[in-house]
């Protein structure tokens, strides 16, 4: 048997080791942890949404009315009129024909992806994917083909070299580590010459890019017979919780009678649903929320350029800093900390070996003086880290 204390140590020692935060209130950009307020830069609520009256409001109401618990699977009795209506309000939002929600992103990719692919098929992903890209193509029993980050010319010679039928091209649309926004045109293009079947996952473009915040592949106008399969997650910009997967009606009724991870668990309280249309209602009516988004976005990267921090190219509210190892990463965190500025250091395996980094992002309920006040900061941690590294 594995050895869990060696396993442990030796991440210890590798600046590898995991922990947790401990939330003491709300989400939101001042976060209260162990008795202190941080301002906080690492929350996915890019809308500030997750908290907001309305959203909460509509949570009070959907327990009032539907109770606490769906009691069931989708297929069974736990599907709800609020999961209904929802589904509706998604599908019209992406301009797709159907949705169906799923309880999580990570449970929509696995079940998606077991549900077109198998043996004998590929599936092609992006390096820079969401680990649960991976794992769905690896629950599939699909070969998994990886192409390099954004690289067309890469995707297209590992298509031409595969002869087989039913294949999927499967992307982030904006890139979870990076925040850079995959090439959505030439992935639809290339996909469908090689009569494979493209899956965006747009977990961090919907509510923040695109008009309406309609997400990355609005943003380049295509459609469901571009892009046949769009997966989308709640518990970010929507500010709650859960997922859907849109496209044609063959696509949601072939999900429903296949997809494992929806068909085999408890459909998410209704209450969430409820919160999670009005939390969309915020997202399309509310364009200065994305509007002060890029304002904050293009105040970080002038001031940011001006320290010599070394960013990505991102316009998106995913601005990290790349700091090389994995502990420059946690000793810039643990300094940022002291100073009251929350921000996680990502580390291998969740980025690559050398990458490693401060994962900033921002908020539309951040403030012009907040991003000032981060940027002195990561000025003076700077400083202070040079000076230790020169003693
Ligand atoms: C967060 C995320 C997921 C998983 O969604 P959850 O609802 O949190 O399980 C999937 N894909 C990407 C790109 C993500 O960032």
């Not at 090689?194 to 899956?199: C, G, M």
């Not at 990355?216 to 500010?239: E, N, R, Y």
């Not at 001031?303 to 995913?318: E, H, K, R, V």
């Amino acid at each position: 048997m594995k050895d869990l204390s060696t396993a442990l140590h030796a991440r210890r020692t590798n600046s590898l080791y995991r922990t947790r935060q401990i939330l003491d209130g709300p989400q939101g950009v001042s976060v209260s942890l162990d008795g202190r307020e941080y301002l906080s830069f690492c929350s996915n609520d890019y809308l500030g949404l997750a908290n907001h009256p309305d959203v909460v409001a509509a949570f009070h109401q959907g327990l009032d009315r539907f109770g606490a618990g769906s009691g069931a699977a989708h297929l069974i009795t736990g599907h709800s009129r609020a999961h209904h209506e929802l589904e509706e309000a998604l599908a019209d939002f992406v301009q797709r024909p159907r949705a169906l929600l799923f309880s999580t992103g990570y449970m929509a990719n696995l079940g998606v992806l077991a549900a077109l692919a198998g043996r004998g098929n590929r599936i092609f992903e992006d390096r820079g994917n969401h680990a649960s890209l991976l794992d769905g193509a690896r629950l599939s029993g699909a070969r998994l083909v990886r192409y390099r980050h954004a690289d067309i010319a890469d995707l297209t010679r590992r298509l031409e070299s595969a002869s087989s039928a039913d294949s999927v091209v499967a992307t982030d649309g904006v890139f979870s580590m990076d925040g850079d926004i995959a090439p959505l045109p030439a992935l639809a293009q290339t996909a469908a010459a090689h009569a494979a079947r493209l899956l965006v996952d747009d977990a961090h473009g919907l509510g923040v890019v695109g008009p309406q915040g309609r997400g990355s592949l609005a943003a380049c106008d295509l459609g469901v017979g571009q892009v046949p399969i769009l997966m989308g997650t709640l518990g970010k910009a929507f500010g709650t919780f859960g997922a859907f997967v849109a496209g044609s009606d063959e696509l949601v009724e072939t999900l429903i009678q296949e997809a494992r991870t929806w068909i085999y668990t408890t459909a998410p309280p209704p209450a969430v649903a409820v919160a999670t249309l009005a939390a969309l209602r915020l997202v399309e009516s509310e364009d200065w929320r994305r509007a002060h988004l890029q304002l904050l976005v293009r105040r970080f990267r002038a001031g940011a350029a001006q320290l010599g921090l070394n960013l990505c190219d991102s316009a998106t509210p995913i601005q990290p800093v790349i700091t090389g190892t994995a502990e420059a990463a946690l000793r810039w965190s643990t300094a940022l900390r002291e100073a009251g500025i929350l921000i996680i250091a990502i580390r291998p395996p969740t980025v690559p070996a050398g990458t490693s980094r401060l994962r900033i992002t921002f908020s539309a309920a951040h403030t012009e003086a907040h991003v000032d006040r981060l940027l002195d900061m990561l000025e003076q941690t700077l400083a202070d880290t040079n000076h230790a590294e020169h003693d």
